[in-house]
């Protein structure tokens, strides 16, 4: 049976390193008692099934704290892919929010002519507005005119009789109507002048809603801080989460090294007991055991060491 082999893996935690001390010292006190026992061993089946049975818990016991650890590495796997995932998207967020400060930064200077251009809009709407009201005046006062003529008209119907009277009337009524036709096709050529500086203005209006005022880039700056603090959490808690990790792992190793250890010497525990030769070999392996644990306990402490100096 050879000794324990040195782990070679990682080691971030104060708990690897007393783990490993107590099992060593739960090594050397099983040593020591299989060794009192032997200076007065009775040749029997008994006292052979009560160190087997006393092997047997010790196996049991170590290998449910194997499967507590195992439980506890799964659901921190799980945590820490949780928090890995959720900080990817902290930062994606993050940096659309930066790319959208950058596009604002550099379009606002832009703007500028845009703005200017909307001014002198509003200003010709304002001046279009009020040559519609006064031509709408004007439309309303041609129209009394023209209602009053067409009653001057009405009345002198009967002057249609004579044929010089009727030459008159009519050529009036021609020239009436001729104007009014005037006056709306004006008025037609207004109204779609004001509609289509209505649809610009409106295009220049969506326009500059689009750019952020004060009070909004002062939010997204705040947003951003936000970002950046919750990123730098996340960060900080996933660090943690792998270190948290490294040491169940190094746990989780120990305790596969204890219990494949605690296996072989049962399994040549019944073996050795009959044999007077192979006592004193089983004893002999037992020591070389004790002694890797120690060189093995002596490396990971110097390991530590190591670890707080760079920390």
Do not use: W
Not at 156 to 183: C, N
């Amino acid at each position: 049976m050879a000794p324990l082999a040195a782990h070679e893996g990682r080691l971030t935690s104060k708990a690897v390193g007393s783990l490993v001390e107590m099992q060593t010292a739960e090594i050397q006190q099983i040593a020591e008692d299989y060794s009192r026992k032997q200076l007065s061993l009775v040749p029997g089946v008994s006292q052979q099934e009560r160190m087997l049975n006393s092997l047997q818990r010790q196996l049991e016991a170590k290998q449910q704290a194997l499967e507590k650890c195992r439980q506890r590495v799964d659901k921190l796997r799980a945590e820490y892919e949780a928090k890995q995932k959720d900080q990817k998207e902290a930062e994606k967020a993050l940096q659309a929010a930066s790319d959208a400060t950058e596009r604002l930064e550099m379009g606002a200077g832009d703007n500028e002519p845009l703005l200017k251009k909307l001014c002198t809009l509003l200003r010709l709407d304002e001046e279009l507005g009020q040559q519609e009201t006064e031509f709408r005046r004007n439309c309303r006062e041609e129209l009394k005119r023209l209602q009053g003529a067409l009653q001057e008209l009405g009345a002198a119907e009967e002057a249609k009789k004579s044929p010089a009277g009727g030459a008159a009337i009519t050529e009036e009524e021609d020239k009436v109507h001729q104007q009014l036709e005037q006056d709306r096709e004006k008025l037609q050529r207004m109204r779609m002048l004001f509609a289509k500086k209505n649809r610009e203005i409106a295009v220049i209006q969506r326009k500059i809603d689009e750019v952020p005022s004060r009070a909004e880039l002062s939010q997204y700056q705040r947003r951003f801080i936000e970002l950046y603090t919750q990123v730098s959490a996340t960060h900080k808690e996933t660090k943690q989460f792998y270190t948290l990790y490294n040491t169940l792992d190094d746990i989780r190793v120990y305790l596969d090294k204890e219990i494949g250890l605690l296996n072989s010497i049962l399994e040549t525990f019944t073996d050795a007991m009959n044999n007077p030769a192979a006592r004193e070999q089983f004893l002999e392996q037992f020591e070389k055991i004790v002694e890797g644990v120690k060189h093995n306990r002596v490396k990971v402490e110097k390991k530590a060491s190591r670890s707080k100096s760079i920390t």
